[in-house]
């Protein structure tokens, strides 16, 4: 048999009732009479031991009034294993203790006896309230914060669009109707199923969160850029989503920034063409098309001639605005599916694609004379001309780094040949 602390513990029931933290009442339920209390029972609500003791739960317990009403919760606590039951107790000095009563029952010597816990839980419904008000501000904090929030219940589709969204997108308070199908008519349809999935694979449990950029539609018609970041906050017994709240932020400034800044890392700064690295990636990729899709593509090397006599008479400003006027001269008299970059320098880069050997000098004509025909008394220069080297295939086999070398050699040539002229490069001897 144990022996030590622990038997001394369970044979001195008394102890255990007066230190525990909530209070213990055992009760008549035929009186009501309260027969038997812990210390904290009495102690909490201001009174000694023998004020509690033989008094009516009834002048203690807020929420019950009169024997009938102590008639009905008797029978219910008889018919429960368990009954809770959240009230208020009256102190001694008049005022309130909220209190979580749980009631069991039992038998003993043929006598039928109501044991009460009760817990006090003030401080619990103080936080409970605090949380209540700081979940109201946060609210408010958010939605003043941002551009809006939304809250969508999955079953019946329903969307709390917030104040501050209706009028980032130029409704007003009442206007918007609740439903999802508002949001997905008025998102970009080149956005919508891309934005979608990332949705749905959040709600899959795919993604730990919804988090998407993508263009929304103004009243005015016209398109916002947001991000926009949400989650799941709510599930069924099953673990289904059930509610999903989010947060938009308007970013269309920061969007068009981030445009400009592409822009210039993928346009020469200068002729506003795109430059070295774009052109080369977006030759490549035209040349590998044109060679799987086994149709003609002709490359041209476009250098300005005696470019360096401009800078040395007329200084390198007016050199930037030579380079400048004949930049647009290109893109001007080029038909619209031709591509033509600044490769370095006074050199540029020019496909023409779908285009055969036999039709690019007339192409090459009309650049020549444009050049010939441009208003250069415009800014204050003499006239340039330009040396042009083609490469084109399949007459030369090979990838884009072949091709700009056969039109580089061309274009060589034609400056060795006396400058404003169309050179085609060498086709390689056919076999004897």
């Given at each position: 048999?144990?022996?030590?602390?622990?038997?001394?513990?369970?044979?001195?029931?008394?102890?255990?009732?007066?230190?525990?933290?909530?209070?213990?009442?055992?009760?008549?339920?035929?009186?009501?009479?309260?027969?038997?209390?812990n210390?904290?029972?009495?102690?909490?609500?201001?009174?000694?031991?023998?004020?509690?003791?033989?008094?009516?739960?009834?002048?203690?317990q807020?929420?019950?009034?009169?024997?009938?009403?102590?008639?009905?919760?008797?029978?219910?606590?008889?018919?429960?294993?368990s009954?809770?039951?959240?009230?208020?107790h009256?102190?001694?000095?008049?005022?309130?203790?909220?209190?979580?009563?749980?009631?069991?029952?039992?038998?003993?010597?043929?006598?039928?006896?109501?044991?009460?816990?009760?817990?006090?839980?003030?401080?619990?419904?103080?936080?409970?309230?605090?949380?209540?008000?700081?979940?109201?501000?946060?609210?408010?904090?958010?939605?003043?914060?941002?551009?809006?929030?939304?809250?969508?219940?999955?079953?019946?589709?329903?969307?709390?669009?917030?104040?501050?969204?209706?009028?980032?997108?130029?409704?007003?308070?009442?206007?918007?109707?609740?439903?999802?199908?508002?949001?997905?008519?008025?998102?970009?349809?080149?956005?919508?199923?891309?934005?979608?999935?990332?949705?749905?694979?959040?709600?899959?449990?795919?993604?730990?969160?919804?988090?998407?950029?993508?263009?929304?539609?103004?009243?005015?018609?016209?398109?916002?850029?947001?991000?926009?970041?949400?989650?799941?906050?709510?599930?069924?017994?099953?673990?289904?989503?059930?509610?999903?709240?989010?947060?938009?932020?308007?970013?269309?400034?920061?969007?068009?920034?981030?445009?400009?800044?592409?822009?210039?890392a993928?346009?020469?700064?200068?002729?506003?063409?795109?430059?070295r690295?774009?052109?080369?990636?977006?030759?490549?990729?035209?040349?590998?098309?044109?060679?799987?899709?086994?149709?003609?593509?002709?490359?041209?090397?476009?250098d300005?001639?005696?470019?360096?006599?401009?800078?040395?008479?007329?200084?390198?400003?007016?050199?930037?605005?030579?380079?400048?006027?004949?930049?647009?001269?290109?893109?001007?008299?080029?038909?619209?599916?031709?591509?033509?970059?600044?490769?370095?320098?006074?050199?540029?880069?020019?496909?023409?694609?779908?285009?055969?050997?036999?039709?690019?000098?007339?192409?090459?004509?009309?650049?020549?004379?444009?050049?010939?025909?441009?208003?250069?008394?415009?800014?204050?220069?003499?006239?340039?001309?330009?040396?042009?080297?083609i490469?084109?295939?399949?007459?030369?086999?090979?990838?884009?780094?072949?091709l700009?070398?056969?039109?580089d050699?061309?274009?060589?040539?034609a400056?060795e040949?006396?400058r404003?002229?169309?050179?085609?490069?060498?086709?390689?001897?056919?076999?004897?």
């Amino acid at each position: 048999m144990t022996t030590g602390p622990l038997q001394d513990a369970d044979l001195n029931l008394e102890a255990l009732f007066q230190n525990m933290a909530d209070a213990v009442y055992l009760i008549d339920p035929h009186s009501s009479n309260i027969i038997w209390c812990n210390r904290v029972g009495h102690e909490e609500l201001g009174y000694e031991k023998h004020e509690i003791l033989n008094h009516s739960v009834l002048s203690l317990q807020k929420n019950v009034e009169g024997l009938p009403h102590w008639d009905e919760v008797k029978r219910v606590i008889l018919n429960s294993p368990s009954f809770t039951f959240v009230g208020s107790h009256k102190h001694k000095d008049g005022g309130e203790i909220a209190v979580e009563v749980n009631t069991t029952h039992f038998e003993h010597l043929e006598r039928t006896y109501f044991l009460s816990v009760a817990r006090n839980v003030s401080n619990r419904l103080t936080i409970e309230k605090d949380m209540h008000s700081r979940n109201q501000r946060i609210w408010f904090a958010l939605n003043e914060a941002s551009d809006g929030l939304w809250e969508w219940e999955l079953e019946s589709n329903h969307v709390f669009f917030s104040p501050q969204l209706k009028k980032m997108l130029g409704y007003g308070p009442d206007e918007m109707e609740p439903h999802v199908k508002t949001w997905i008519n008025n998102v970009h349809p080149d956005d919508l199923d891309r934005v979608g999935q990332i949705l749905e694979d959040h709600l899959q449990g795919r993604r730990g969160n919804y988090e998407a950029e993508y263009r929304l539609r103004n009243r005015n018609g016209h398109f916002i850029w947001v991000h926009d970041k949400g989650k799941i906050c709510e599930r069924d017994d099953q673990g289904n989503p059930t509610f999903v709240v989010g947060m938009v932020e308007n970013i269309t400034e920061r969007k068009q920034l981030q445009f400009q800044l592409e822009k210039l890392a993928a346009n020469d700064v200068l002729t506003q063409l795109p430059n070295r690295h774009q052109g080369e990636e977006h030759a490549r990729q035209q040349i590998e098309s044109a060679q799987s899709n086994h149709q003609p593509l002709c490359l041209a090397v476009i250098d300005f001639d005696n470019f360096k006599q401009i800078n040395d008479l007329y200084g390198h400003q007016k050199g930037d605005e030579v380079l400048v006027f004949g930049a647009q001269l290109l893109k001007q008299t080029l038909r619209q599916n031709d591509f033509v970059y600044r490769w370095g320098g006074e050199e540029f880069v020019a496909l023409f694609p779908n285009t055969h050997l036999d039709d690019i000098e007339t192409i090459t004509y009309k650049i020549h004379r444009a050049f010939m025909e441009a208003d250069w008394a415009s800014i204050d220069t003499t006239p340039l001309t330009v040396s042009i080297g083609i490469a084109c295939c399949p007459e030369i086999a090979g990838d884009f780094d072949n091709l700009i070398k056969q039109a580089d050699c061309a274009v060589y040539l034609a400056k060795e040949q006396g400058r404003n002229q169309t050179v085609l490069a060498d086709l390689p001897a056919e076999p004897q």
